[in-house]
C-alpha cells in the first residue's frame, strides 16, 4: 500500500526567507503523481502545486517550487520569499488512479 | 461559478443519533470523495465514488455510508456505529476520464461535525 509520511510536524520561517517542507512517499508504482496542498485556518483546501512522477523537471508555481527524487522517493517543497499568507497547514499528497492518499501534514508559521 | 456546497458548515448531533452530510457539485466530475480530518492525523479517506450508483470504501470506512443516485450528489450519513463521530469532514471530486489521473482534487470547505 502506498503511504505519504512528512516527518515535520511544524515549522516556522521569517517573512522574506525560504523554507523546505518534506515529504517522502512509498510506492511500487512507476507512473503516479504528487502534490501539494495548503489549508489555511479557514480550512479550504487549495492546491499549491502538482508532479508527474515520469517528468524529471521539477515542478515550480511562483514562489513555489519542488525538489522530486524519484529514486529516493522524496517531493519536498520550497518556498521562496515567505509571507505572512504563506502561514497554513501544508499537506502531500500521492496520487493514485482512483484516491489521493495524503501525509500528516507540516503547520508552517511566517514570523515579521 | 463551479464548485462543490457541502452544508451545513457547523452540525451538532446527540451521540446515538444518525446524521447525514450534504455535498453537491456541479463541476461535472465523474468521482467523488469523502474524507475525515482530525488533529494530527491528516485527511482519511471514508468513501469514494468513481461513477452513480457505485462506491467503493475507504481506510476508515466503518460507521458510515453514502449514496450515489446523482452525479452530483454524495451525501455521507455518519450513524450511531462511530464510535469517534467528532471531525471536520471534506468532500471533493474530480474528473477520470482523459487527464483525471493528474487531476487534483477540488474540496468543498467541510463540515464541522460535534457529537456529545
Known amino acids: 500500500a502506498q503511504t505519504v509520511t512528512q516527518s515535520q510536524p511544524e515549522m516556522s520561517v521569517q517573512e522574506a526567507e525560504t523554507v523546505t517542507l518534506s515529504c517522502t512517499y512509498d510506492t511500487s508504482e512507476s507512473d503516479y503523481y504528487l502534490f501539494w496542498y495548503k489549508q489555511p485556518p479557514s480550512r479550504q483546501m487549495i492546491l499549491v502545486i502538482r508532479q508527474e512522477a515520469y517528468k524529471q523537471q521539477n515542478a515550480t508555481e511562483n514562489r513555489f517550487s519542488v525538489n522530486f527524487q524519484k529514486a529516493a522517493k522524496s517531493f519536498s517543497l520550497k518556498i521562496s520569499d515567505s509571507q505572512l499568507g504563506d502561514a497554513a497547514m501544508y499537506f502531500c499528497a500521492y496520487r493514485t488512479f482512483y484516491k489521493l492518499i495524503f501525509g500528516t501534514g507540516t503547520r508552517l508559521q511566517v514570523f515579521p | 461559478d463551479g464548485g462543490i456546497t457541502q452544508s451545513p458548515k457547523y452540525l451538532f448531533r446527540k451521540e446515538g443519533q444518525n446524521v447525514t452530510l450534504s455535498c453537491e457539485q456541479n463541476?461535472?466530475?465523474?468521482?467523488m470523495y469523502w474524507y475525515r480530518q482530525d488533529p494530527g492525523q491528516g485527511l482519511r479517506l471514508i468513501y469514494y465514488s468513481q461513477i452513480v450508483n457505485d462506491f467503493q470504501k475507504g481506510d476508515i470506512a466503518e460507521g458510515y455510508s453514502v449514496s450515489r443516485e446523482k452525479k452530483e450528489s454524495f451525501p455521507l450519513t455518519v450513524t450511531s456505529a462511530q464510535k469517534n463521530p467528532t471531525a471536520f469532514y471534506l468532500c471533493?471530486?474530480?474528473?477520470?476520464?482523459?487527464?483525471?489521473?493528474?487531476?487534483?482534487?477540488?474540496f468543498g470547505n467541510g463540515t464541522r461535525l460535534t457529537v456529545t
Open positions: 471533493a471530486s474530480s474528473p477520470t476520464s482523459g487527464q483525471g489521473r493528474i487531476s487534483p482534487l477540488h
Open positions: 463541476l461535472n466530475h465523474d468521482a
